[in-house]
C-alpha cells in the first residue's frame, strides 16, 4: 500500500534583492501550488491525506473544503502550535467541513500522545528533519503502526534496501526510475510505504526570488508537478494500491 500525503505549510524563505513578499501571498502561494497537486491527483484518480498547518488551516476555508469535497483527507501538521490552538483549530474544521480530523503531524514541536488523544486524534504521522546530508545516514526504523496510549503511530517509511527515508527531500533528488525502483523493493518486505511531500516544492522558486539552497530548489516547481505525475503514472501502470491513511489505519 502506497500513502501519499502531503504537507500543507506556507514557504518561509527570504528573497533576494530585499524584495518583500507578504504573508498573504504567501498563503496565495501555496493554495496555488495545492491546486496544481489536486489536479494531477484528480487526473489519476489517486486519494492522497492533506496535512495543514495549523496556523492557516481557517485561512484556507475554500481550498481545504475543495481538497476534502473531492475525496481526500484533511490532517493536521503542527509546527509550533499551542494544545489550546490545535483544539480549537479541530473543533472549527470538523464543523466546518462536518467531518472528523483523526490525524496529526510533528516535526520539530511535539505534543505528547496522552493529550493529542484526549483532544481525540486517532493517529500521529511524526517525521524528522531532512536536508542534505541527514537523508544519506544509514538509519534503522521499525516499520510497522504501534499503539501507545490509544493512540496509533505511525512511522516514517524507509527503504529496507537502500535505507533512505521517503522523505519530501529524496522524492525531490532522486531520479524517478531510482524511486520507483525503491519503492517496488520495499513493498516486497513492508507493509506500506508512506511518502511525504511539501507543497513549498511546487513552487517556482525563481519566478519569486526566494532564497532557497540549491540542493533544495533543484526540481521545484513545474519539475516537481512532473515527477509526481510520473510516479502515478507508475503507480497505476504497476496497480499498486493507493489510500489516504485514515482508511489505512483504520
Known amino acids: 500500500m502506497i500513502l501519499l500525503t502531503f504537507n500543507l505549510i506556507n514557504i518561509e524563505s527570504e528573497t533576494k534583492n530585499e524584495l518583500k513578499i507578504s504573508d498573504v501571498e504567501r498563503l496565495a502561494i501555496t493554495e496555488a501550488n495545492t491546486k496544481s497537486v489536486l489536479r ?20 484556507l476555508k475554500n481550498l481545504i473544503k475543495a481538497i476534502s469535497s ?31 480530523i483523526r490525524g496529526i503531524r510533528q ?17 500521529i504521522s511524526n517525521i524528522d528533519h531532512a536536508d542534505i546530508l541527514f537523508p544519506f545516514k544509514r538509519l534503522k526504523r521499525d516499520s510497522e503502526i504501534t499503539e501507545e496510549n490509544g493512540i496509533s503511530i505511525v512511522p516514517e517509511s524507509i527503504s529496507p534496501y537502500s535505507q533512505l527515508p521517503y522523505n519530501d527531500f529524496v522524492f525531490q533528488v532522486l531520479p524517478m526510475k531510482y524511486y520507483q525502483n525503491m519503492v517496488f523493493e520495499t513493498l516486497k518486505n513492508d507493509d506500506f510505504v508512506l511518502v511525504y511531500l511539501d507543497i513549498w516544492q511546487f513552487t517556482d522558486v525563481k519566478k519569486y526570488n526566494f532564497k532557497v539552497p540549491f540542493h533544495r530548489s533543484f526540481n521545484c516547481g513545474k519539475k516537481m508537478e512532473d515527477k509526481l505525475e510520473e510516479f502515478l503514472v507508475w503507480i497505476n501502470e504497476k496497480e499498486l494500491a493507493t489510500s489516504r491513511m485514515k482508511d489505512y489505519i483504520f
Open 107 to 123: 516535526k520539530e514541536f511535539k505534543i505528547g500522545e496522552t493529550e493529542l488523544k484526549l483532544m481525540g486524534f486517532k493517529y
Open 40 to 59: 494531477i491527483l484528480d487526473i489519476h484518480e489517486v486519494k492522497a491525506s492533506f496535512f495543514i498547518e495549523i496556523s492557516i488551516v481557517e485561512k
Open 70 to 100: 473531492q475525496g481526500h483527507e484533511i490532517a493536521f501538521y503542527n509546527k509550533n502550535s499551542s494544545s489550546s490552538q490545535i483544539e480549537f483549530t479541530k473543533k472549527w474544521a470538523e464543523d466546518f467541513l462536518e467531518k472528523q
